[in-house]
């Protein structure tokens, strides 16, 4: 079992960007967390604020993960390359959102990715990851 968690730009200022919003909890201790409930998993992560970099780790493990939980960070709500992307390879893909960006501007309330994507979870802080995760195992029956 693989799952690969992609975070987009500004992610990595996790626990130390917009508190007020994001929390105080930076995201590598929470993928420790991620890691311990889940030992009999692979989660592996990947951070970057390059719109091709993210496309790229898309290709790359596409086609032989069992699932890839996606935050996009601001990507979301402009990339039809990363649309693009997930269309194009097999493993689903989950956007996930630490806020809910339904309550907050109006430009976060369209999403270019949820319509290639399985689905959409926003707004449980970082437990939206852990809920993706959770739909991963369950359609793989685990
Ligand atoms: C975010 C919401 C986006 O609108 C924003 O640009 C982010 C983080 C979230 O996790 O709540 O960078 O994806």
Redesign the pocket.
């Known amino acids: 079992m693989k799952i690969q968690i992609i975070n ?4 990595n200022l996790l626990g130390v960007r917009e508190k007020s ?2 929390g105080d909890t930076g995201f590598e201790p929470y993928l420790e967390e991620l890691h311990k409930r889940y030992p009999a998993v692979r989660i592996d992560y990947y951070q970057s604020n390059v719109e091709g970099e993210l496309i790229n780790k898309l290709h790359e493990i596409g086609f032989n993960y069992d699932g890839v939980v996606l ?4 990507y ?2 402009t990339s039809v390359a990363i649309a693009d992307a997930i269309a194009g390879i097999n493993t689903p893909v989950i956007e ?4 809910n ?1 339904y309550k ?1 501007e109006e430009f ?1 309330h369209h999403s270019m990715l949820a319509a290639s994507c399985k689905g959409v979870i ?1 707004g449980f802080g970082l437990d ?1 990851y852990r809920l993706a995760i959770e739909h991963i195992l369950t359609i793989n029956n685990i």
């Open positions: 987009g730009p500004n992610l919003i994001y935050n996009a960070g601001a979301t709500h996930v959102h630490i806020s960006v907050r976060r926003a939206s």
